[in-house]
């Protein structure tokens, strides 16, 4: 299992998000701008706004709290990623495709057909950004083997709308794009929760107690317009060797404890300390670059940029990773989230 503090396992639970309106999970650190969005929402954007509307509220408490548990290694949380519920009523909960695997080196074909039916399969496989946590190793086999891996990937639409800037002499349109989930479908997270903390319960309930109020006013940009806006499904569960759900949350619970596999990838984006660097660079990884501007009602300031390992990210060991400051705004630090959480994934 992951380590909390002083080596301690972890325990692990699952809260299953469904949206009440199209989502707009902006990507200025990877290029886009209003039109363009993603589907699923990265752990540090979502610390980011957990942090940032606790201290809106007036709970510095509970702002303190959250703060103490990340640094003190005592809660750990994933990137916010898909889900469906199928026709049977299981549900399936998707993984980011492992970094590992897109460096595999396929033999020479033999001939022109066997050469496009490699290529058609290449390509279908880069499209697959997400592969259900139960079907992962048959994902590696078809990638290793050349061989075309059918997903189910439909968790609902984009969407593109024109909008209208009247604060100019005269109006100017824009796009907006965003994600309407389907009704089945929606985002989920997984929280790690050190076993030897005895405040463990209080930090379950707390988190959903968390989820439940920034899902009232929406995650997510755009959020005046009504956008990012959720509930929980049902209470969190614990994950174990049992299934609840369906195959894939017994999955999940068997690649999170793994860590004896040769790989661990990471779904949540990590910033490797110092003592982390060395480990860090044997790994195989996607990196995301972080900055952009401090907004505040008199200025907007620059902060400090980094780069983290984004989801999908895979190392030979599992590294703590670490907190970012990237500045200052209203004599606060403005932190960023860069812990890691990892599923043991084994190639064979």
Request: glycine content about 10%.
């Amino acid at each position: 299992m992951d380590a909390g503090r002083d080596g301690a396992p972890m325990q692990y639970y699952l809260y299953t998000l469904c949206f009440d309106a199209p989502v707009h999970f902006g990507a200025a650190e990877r290029g886009g701008g209003l039109e363009h969005t993603q589907m699923t929402l990265t752990a540090d954007a979502l610390f980011s706004a957990m942090a940032a509307e606790l201290s809106a509220a007036g709970e510095q408490d509970a702002l303190q709290d959250l703060l103490a548990a990340v640094r003190d290694g005592r809660m750990r949380f994933s990137d916010l990623l898909p889900w469906r519920e199928e026709p049977s009523g299981d549900w399936d909960f998707y993984v980011p495709r492992p970094a590992f695997w897109e460096q595999v080196n396929h033999s020479l074909p033999d001939s022109y057909a066997s050469a496009c039916a490699l290529s058609r399969a290449r390509k279908q496989q880069k499209k697959t950004a997400y592969v259900r946590a139960s079907r992962l190793q048959d994902f590696g086999a078809a990638v290793c083997a050349g061989r075309p891996f059918e997903e189910v990937n439909d968790f609902g639409e984009e969407i593109l709308r024109q909008r209208v800037n009247c604060r100019g002499e005269e109006p100017l349109p824009y796009f907006v794009g965003s994600f309407a989930f389907h009704e089945q479908a929606g985002l989920y997270l997984v929280l790690a929760i050190d076993d030897a903390d005895t405040d463990e319960s209080e930090h379950v309930e707390a988190m959903a107690c968390l989820l439940d109020f920034i899902g009232q006013t929406g995650i997510g940009g755009k959020r005046s317009s009504g956008y990012g806006k959720f509930h929980l499904a049902d209470d969190p569960i614990i994950l174990s060797d049992d299934a609840v759900y369906g195959e894939d949350d017994g999955a999940l619970y068997q690649m999170l404890s793994d860590t004896a596999a040769e790989w661990q990838m990471a779904i949540a984006p990590v910033l490797p300390g110092v003592q982390d660097i060395e480990a860090a660079a044997h790994g195989l990884y996607r990196l995301r670059h972080v900055g952009g501007f401090v907004t505040t009602d008199a200025l907007a300031e620059k902060k400090n940029s980094i780069c983290l390992l984004d989801s999908g990210s895979c190392l030979h060991e599992r590294i703590a990773g670490s907190m970012a400051v990237l500045g200052q705004n209203e004599g606060h630090p403005v932190l960023r989230y860069g812990y890691g959480l990892y599923l043991g994934i084994r190639e064979g």
